[in-house]
């Protein structure tokens, strides 16, 4: 089978003072007709990179600096810009990892699929319209003509990820880009967007260069795979080779730190119990001129848990289940219109502003976007210490306490003069953490902690938590819709639909023997069922 796109030996040079001299060493792959290959690897192995230079989308700074690209047999290295517009979405099209980032928040979704067309076609308006809509059929987006009206910020995280493979497939492409396309989506909307990748691709013989760091979904979606290291190609073949075989170290490492999907033993749990919710009830009412078009959300309905001192409650679920709300009530960010939420037998949702200021050091939050909750403009030292200057310590104190936690949590304690674009995303989660641990919470709320991390650094912060709750004796709320995660960390689980608890128990009944339809669809979403690693929590039942 002859090739459609080629990397020759491919050089892309970084910028003077960069960690290291090239983000692309000699990367040589290629991608034949009806194919899909998994570029898989950490952040900064060189993915994303690969798939910019192919594109002719490089950063400021960063250059080619040797090398072929051949499609159909022309070099695109050497094609001038407008050439290389033209050839954008008619030859090569691509699909980003943020649809929320990609999309125009200002103009509808028809609007913006639909300007494929008008830049590489002559179509009359009416017909245009009409191949939006089909196209909207076709990645099985639900009633697609009021969501051709819509705006991005009106449909699902799930839903703007299929526009946005609408708008990529729009003009037939003969090779797919797709990078990174499911990170931040939750199992059944995964699953459904590899489905449909894998489908269109039968369908319409188009090549797919799929770019992840989850080997579960190489293993779902892959014929071939390459891994890349330091912008280095270390580990080439067949998906059975590489994820059977794996020769290379990097690839065993990065196999290996993939959760497997069987819970540890049970731990006995302390019959203390720290944290109660009983009943709690959360409704968001939006939109509507006169009451016209308003909206009731049932976010969280008659929720009621229990949260041992010392153990991690896992709360999973779909996007929209009502996990994050949840959490946000937990921690009074939001306020529930009834229920009790029980800190150590003071109710949190009777408190006036001034009782809850003083509780609130009690249960502290780590956020999903470490990057979004750190303020940008301040050193990395004074983001810890904030929290301890507003209770009142020392300045001086506050930073000397920041170091401590630096350290704690793995950080440079030296490194407290720094900013937050200056660490990786594991660092800044790990900054999060220390910010959180700072006021000496009894009880952490984790939203989503992990689920944007790679697979490596993912299982570096998860020790890190299970090391600091036996050492500190947290107890820990964890909001995820990764299974494989919470099969691991958690020693009950939660799970929620439509703002419900559906089903809940120990971890290990849960998922091995689930109850619920809802909880059954969840488990058999997950990709590459067999993908897993070594157990990451320790094992050894400790009492607490």
């Known amino acids: 089978m002859s090739a459609l796109l080629t990397l020759d030996r491919l050089n892309v040079a970084l910028p003077e003072g960069a960690d290291r001299a090239h983000a692309l060493s000699d990367v040589s792959l290629e991608i034949a007709a009806n194919e899909i ?3 898989v690897g950490e952040s900064g192995s060189g993915k994303s990179m690969t798939a910019n230079a192919i594109m002719g989308l490089l950063p400021g700074g960063v250059t080619l600096a040797g090398g072929r690209i051949l499609f159909e047999g022309r070099d695109l290295a050497a094609m001038s810009e407008p050439e290389m517009r033209a050839l954008r979405g008619a030859g090569i ?39 939006v809509l089909a196209l909207l059929e076709e990645v099985r987006i639900p009633q697609p003509a009021q969501a051709a009206k819509a705006y991005p910020h009106e449909l699902s995280g799930g839903q703007r990820q299929r526009a946005m493979i609408a708008m990529a497939l729009a003009l037939d492409p003969k090779v797919l880009i797709a990078d990174e396309p499911t990170t931040a989506l939750d199992v059944t909307t995964q699953a459904q967007i590899l489905t449909l990748i894998r489908d269109l691709q039968k369908r319409k013989g188009t090549a797919v260069l799929f770019i992840t760091h989850d080997f579960g979904v190489v293993a779902e979606i892959a014929d071939r795979v390459a891994v890349m290291q330091h912008g280095v190609v270390v580990e080439h073949g067949t ?87 949840l959490a946000r009530c937990i921690v ?26 003083a509780e609130r050091r009690k249960v502290q939050m780590v956020f999903q ?34 170091r401590e936690l630096f350290g704690l949590v793995g950080l440079d304690p030296l490194a407290v003069d720094r900013f937050p674009h200056e660490f990786s995303g594991g660092q800044r989660q790990r900054i999060g953490l220390a910010r959180a641990l700072a006021l000496k919470p009894e009880v952490l709320v984790a939203d989503e902690p992990v689920s944007a991390l790679d697979v490596s650094v993912q299982a570096q912060v998860l020790r890190l938590l299970a090391d600091l709750q036996q050492r500190l004796g947290l107890s820990i709320v964890f909001i995820t819709h990764d299974l494989r995660v919470a099969a691991q960390i958690c020693d009950r689980i939660a799970v929620m639909k439509d703002g419900e608890v559906v089903e809940q128990g120990l971890a290990g ?3 091995g023997a689930p109850q619920q339809p809802y909880t059954k669809a969840l488990l058999a979403a997950i990709p590459g069922p067999k993908i897993g690693g070594p157990v990451l929590i320790p094992t050894a039942a400790e009492a607490i």
Request: with cysteine; net charge positive.
């Open 509 to 511: 009944a849960v998922f």
């Open 369 to 402: 976007d470490p990057f979004a909750s750190l303020n940008p403009r301040r050193k990395a030292g004074e983001l810890v210490a904030q929290g301890l200057v507003e209770h009142g310590t020392p300045r001086a104190e506050a930073l000397a306490r920041a």
């Open 332 to 357: 009074r960010l939001v306020s529930p219109e009834s229920g009790a939420i029980t800190l150590q037998g003071r109710d949190l949702l009777q408190l006036d502003a001034n009782a809850m200021r």
């Open 93 to 131: 099209a691509m699909i980003f990892q943020e649809p929320m980032t990609a999309l125009n928040p200002l103009r509808t979704i028809g609007d913006q699929i639909g300007e494929m067309f008008v830049i590489h076609t002559a179509l009359p308006r009416k017909e245009i319209g009409r191949r």
């Open 37 to 39: 290959l998994c570029v």
């Open 239 to 325: 998906a059975a080779q590489v994820l059977d075989d794996p020769r290379h170290p990097y690839t065993r490492q990065l196999i290996a730190a993939v959760p497997p999907l069987s819970a540890p033993p049970p731990r006995p749990l302390s019959p203390e119990v720290v944290l109660s919710i009983a009943h709690v009830t959360k409704t968001f009412r939006t939109g509507g001129f006169l009451g016209r078009g308003a909206r009731v959300t049932h976010a969280v309905k008659d929720v009621s848990l229990t949260l041992p001192r010392g153990s991690t409650l896992g709360i999973v679920g779909e996007s929209g289940s009502g996990k994050s709300t």
